[in-house]
């Protein structure tokens, strides 16, 4: 049986959608209203990021934990992008939207502490991968922000937007990372 693993784009699409959440969160802290144009590529995202995640949470193709660690949090990640960009697209407020977010940063701060305290990695992946779960955490920890006043609390709404382009930015590091292991594995 041959192992596949599908982790590298699902990294590449997490970064994607925490990418447009931030975009939507700087458009709204400067006073552009222009978030419905980001439903149709939420959504997209979403659905990506919501079968990617009941993959991995249904069928466990990884070994162990991995499956709950990833899948997981990426199912509820597609959950949240569903639901906004259908949201943003009948022009529905969100205010209420980032109480998910946050529910899914303590899930995320659970799993953050068991990649330190059960060592689910090591070596040179340790320091990315914690640190992807720990702006993560944070962000989502954080999310509620999304909920108040744009114009008054506009530097809060750019802290979080910066704290979700760490996490892209992560993603995308640790996604092209295993992008080129894979390539460079023999067949």
Same mark, same amino acid.
């Given at each position: 049986?041959?192992?596949?693993?599908?982790?590298?784009?699902?990294?590449? $699409?997490?970064?994607?959608?925490?990418?447009?959440?931030?975009?939507?969160?700087?458009?709204?802290?400067?006073?552009?209203?222009?978030?419905?144009?980001?439903?149709?590529?939420g959504f997209f995202l979403?659905?990506?990021?919501?079968?990617?995640?009941?993959?991995?949470?249904?069928?466990?193709?990884?070994?162990?934990?991995?499956?709950?660690?990833?899948?997981?949090?990426?199912?509820?990640?597609?959950?949240?992008?569903? *639901?906004?960009? #259908?949201?943003?697209?009948?022009?529905?407020?969100?205010?209420?939207?980032?109480?998910?977010?946050?529910?899914?940063?303590?899930?995320?701060?659970?799993?953050?502490?068991?990649?330190?305290?059960?060592?689910?990695?090591?070596?040179? #992946?340790?320091?990315? $991968?914690?640190?992807?779960?720990?702006?993560?955490?944070?962000?989502?920890?954080?999310?509620?922000? *999304?909920?108040?006043?744009?114009?008054? #609390?506009?530097?809060?709404?750019?802290?979080?937007?910066?704290?979700?382009?760490?996490? $892209?930015?992560? $993603?995308?590091?640790?996604?092209?990372?295993?992008?080129?292991?894979?390539?460079?594995?023999?067949?």
């Amino acid at each position: 049986m041959v192992f596949v693993d599908p982790l590298t784009i699902m990294l590449v $699409a997490v970064a994607a959608s925490v990418s447009i959440i931030a975009i939507y969160l700087i458009s709204q802290a400067t006073g552009r209203k222009n978030g419905e144009e980001l439903a149709i590529p939420g959504f997209f995202l979403g659905l990506f990021d919501f079968i990617s995640g009941m993959y991995l949470s249904f069928t466990w193709p990884l070994p162990g934990a991995y499956n709950m660690l990833f899948g997981d949090p990426m199912l509820f990640l597609g959950i949240i992008m569903l *639901a906004g960009s #259908y949201m943003l697209y009948k022009k529905i407020s969100l205010k209420y939207l980032p109480i998910l977010g946050f529910l899914l940063g303590i899930y995320l701060l659970i799993e953050t502490y068991g990649i330190a305290t059960l060592n689910l990695e090591s070596g040179k #992946y340790f320091m990315p $991968a914690f640190s992807f779960y720990l702006f993560s955490t944070i962000s989502a920890l954080l999310s509620p922000i *999304a909920s108040l006043d744009p114009k008054k #609390y506009k530097y809060a709404y750019h802290f979080l937007a910066a704290l979700l382009i760490l996490t $892209a930015l992560l $993603a995308m590091f640790i996604g092209c990372g295993g992008i080129y292991e894979h390539l460079a594995s023999p067949p």
